[in-house]
C-alpha cells in the first residue's frame, strides 16, 4: 500500500513552529518514499475555528513549499459520517449513552485529558464508575426516546492494555485502568475530536500518522477507537517537543511572535532558510552537517532519523538584534550570502519595493550596478530587512547615522573633519573610479597625514553609509560611485549630530 500522511492544523490561529514541523516532516516523509501528503484542516471546534487562521495556515504552507496533494478536507464537512459512526458503535455495544447532566460532564477533549490526569494522579479513581455504563439496551433507549438527552462514550474494558510501536519513541504502552470511557459524540451531537481524527483517517487512508508527542495520550484513545470499528490503526510516529530557553514550554500565547510563521516571512527570513532549520528542529541525518537544499533532506529524512530528545528554540527575548533562535537566524545569514544571485535579486527588490526603496531603474539602466550592489552588502546581512535598514545607504540619500560609529570612527579622531573633505578634493582627480586607483590615492593621503590607512577608512564609512561596520571599503567606494563618494565625504551633517 502507498504511503499517505496528512498534516492536520486545528485553523484556531496562525501557523506555529511546533505545526509548520509536523507539516515539514510528514512533507519530507511523503516525498522521500513517493508517498502523498494530505492536508485537514481540522474544523471542528466551531468557536475557535476561523477561515482567517485557515487562510493563514495555507499561507505559510506555500512559503515554505509544502504543497499538498489531492484537495483539503475540511473535518466538519464530515461530521454527519462521525456521528453515524458513533451511532455504529452505540448500535454494537461499544459505546454507551451517558446521561448525566451536561454541567456534569467533562466534555471537551481538553477537559477530558485534565479530569484523566486529576484520576491518575489521585489513583484511586475508577474510569469505568460511570453510572450509565451498565445500563440495559432497554432502559438506555426508554430514556433516549422520552428526549433524556445524551452524550456517547466508548466503553473501554475493564481489564487490559493499547499498546503500539511508535517510529520514534519505541514501544508504548497503556493501562485501560488509565483512559476513561471517552466521550466520542456530545449531547448536542458534536462529534468529539478523537473520534473525528479517526474517521478521517480512515476514510483517507492514512498509513502513518506523523505529529506532536503532545498526542501520546490521545494515540492510545485513538487505538482504542480503531479497535472498536475493528480496524487496524496506522503506525505512528511522534515528534520531540519544542520547548522555550527556560526548557519550558513554547506557548502561541507567551511566546506569540517567536512562533508565528508570518512573523518570519514578515522579518526578512528566507523560506528555505527557515524551512531547513525547521528540519533540524528534532531531526537529523547523522552527519556533521547543517545546510540542505528541499532535494536534500527529502533525500535524507528518514524517521530513524528523530530525536527522542526535545527540542529547544534558543531566543533572547531581550535582544532585538537576535530575537529568534540564534540557530534560525544564522541560517538566514548563511543563505543570504550564499544562495545563488538571481534568486535574491527578486527578495531584495521586494524589500526595497516595501521600504519605498525601489527604483525601476535597478531592473533596467541601472541592473549591473543594483546586482553588484546587492552581492555586495548581502554578506553580513542576517535577514532580508537588513537590505532596506543597514543597506539603505546604498539606495537612499536619506539614511541614519549609528551614534556609536559617529564615536568611535569620527569624533575620536577630530582631524578627520577636515581631512575627509580634503580626501574627498584629492578624489575629484581620479578619472576612473576603481579599487586600484582609489587605494593607491587613500593609502597616499594617509600617509602624508601620518596616521593609518583604518583611521581613514573606517572615518569613510560612517560617512559614506552611516554605520562602523559593511563591506570593503574600497567596494563601498566604487559602488557608491564618485558623485555621492566625494559629496559624503564633505558632508558635515554627522559631525554636527
Ligand atoms: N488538529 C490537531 C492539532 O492541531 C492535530 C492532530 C493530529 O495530527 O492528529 O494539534
Not at 471542528?44 to 512559503?63: F, K
Not at 455504563?133 to 452524550?151: H, I, M, Q, V, Y
Not at 559614506?464 to 567596494?475: E, I, K, Q
Request: net charge negative; glycine share 6%; aromatic share 10%.
Amino acid at each position: 500500500m502507498s504511503i499517505r500522511v496528512r498534516f492536520a492544523p486545528s485553523p484556531t490561529g496562525y501557523l506555529h513552529l511546533g505545526a509548520a514541523r509536523a507539516a515539514l516532516f510528514n512533507y519530507l516523509y511523503a516525498r522521500s518514499v513517493g508517498g502523498k501528503f494530505l492536508l485537514r484542516i481540522e474544523d471542528t471546534d466551531l468557536e475557535r475555528s476561523t477561515e482567517e487562521s485557515t487562510r493563514s495556515i495555507l499561507e505559510g504552507l506555500e512559503w515554505l513549499g509544502l504543497d499538498y496533494d489531492e484537495e483539503i478536507i475540511f473535518q466538519s464537512d464530515n461530521a454527519e459520517k462521525h456521528r453515524q459512526i458513533a451511532l455504529k458503535l452505540l448500535e454494537e455495544g461499544k459505546a454507551y449513552r451517558d446521561f448525566t447532566p451536561k454541567e456534569d460532564r467533562a466534555n471537551t477533549n481538553i477537559k477530558q485529558n485534565i479530569a484523566d490526569k486529576a484520576r491518575q494522579q489521585q489513583g484511586e479513581k475508577n474510569m469505568r464508575d460511570n453510572p450509565f455504563r451498565n445500563l440495559s439496551k432497554a432502559e438506555s433507549d426508554a430514556k433516549a426516546d422520552a428526549g433524556e438527552p445524551f452524550a456517547i462514550r466508548l466503553k473501554v474494558a475493564e481489564t487490559g492494555k493499547t499498546s503500539f510501536e511508535d517510529a520514534v519513541y519505541g514501544f508504548q504502552e497503556r493501562d485501560y485502568s488509565e483512559i476513561e470511557d471517552l466521550v466520542l459524540l456530545r449531547s448536542d451531537g458534536h462529534p468529539l475530536y478523537n473520534l473525528a481524527v479517526v474517521c478521517d483517517d480512515l476514510e483517507m487512508q492514512i498509513t502513518d500518522v506523523i505529529r506532536g508527542q503532545d498526542h501520546l495520550t490521545n494515540t492510545h484513545k485513538q487505538i482504542l477507537i480503531y479497535e472498536a470499528l475493528g480496524k487496524t490503526p496506522p503506525r505512528f510516529a511522534h515528534l520531540p517537543l519544542i520547548l522555550a530557553p527556560n526548557k519550558g514550554k513554547l506557548s502561541k500565547r507567551k511566546h506569540g511572535a517567536v512562533v508565528s510563521m508570518t512573523t518570519y516571512r514578515d522579518k526578512g527570513f528566507v523560506a528555505p532558510a527557515f524551512r531547513n532549520f525547521l528540519a533540524l528542529l528534532g531531526w537529523s541525518a547523522g552527519e556533521e552537517r547543517e545546510i540542505y537544499s528541499l532535494e536534500e533532506l527529502v533525500e535524507k529524512f528518514s524517521l530513524e532519523g528523530v530525536h527522542r530528545n526535545n527540542a529547544v528554540f534558543n531566543f533572547h527575548e531581550a535582544d532585538e538584534r537576535h530575537w529568534t533562535d540564534d540557530k534560525a537566524l544564522w541560517m538566514n545569514a548563511e543563505y543570504i550570502r550564499t544562495m545563488p544571485l538571481e534568486s535574491l535579486i527578486p527578495l531584495g527588490k521586494n524589500e526595497l519595493k516595501s521600504a519605498k526603496l525601489w527604483r525601476d531603474e535597478y531592473e533596467d539602466d541601472d541592473k549591473v550596478w543594483f546586482e553588484k550592489t546587492i552581492d555586495l552588502i548581502r554578506q553580513r546581512f542576517f535577514t532580508l530587512k537588513d537590505f532596506s535598514a543597514q543597506g539603505r545607504a546604498f539606495f537612499s540619500e536619506d539614511f541614519d547615522f549609528d551614534e556609536k560609529a559617529i564615536e568611535k570612527n569620527l569624533k575620536k579622531f577630530p582631524d578627520l573633519q577636515t581631512w575627509l573633505p580634503e580626501l574627498a578634493n584629492r578624489l575629484e582627480t581620479v578619472e576612473d573610479f576603481t579599487h586600484d586607483n582609489l587605494e593607491a590615492v587613500i593609502k597616499k593621503f594617509a600617509e602624508e597625514k601620518g596616521t593609518k590607512i583604518g583611521v581613514i577608512m573606517n572615518g569613510a564609512r560612517t560617512l559614506l553609509t552611516g554605520l562602523a561596520v559593511g563591506p570593503s571599503m574600497l567596494a563601498v567606494f566604487e559602488t557608491l560611485g564618485k558623485e555621492k563618494t566625494i559629496r559624503r565625504l564633505k558632508s558635515q551633517v554627522a559631525w554636527n549630530l
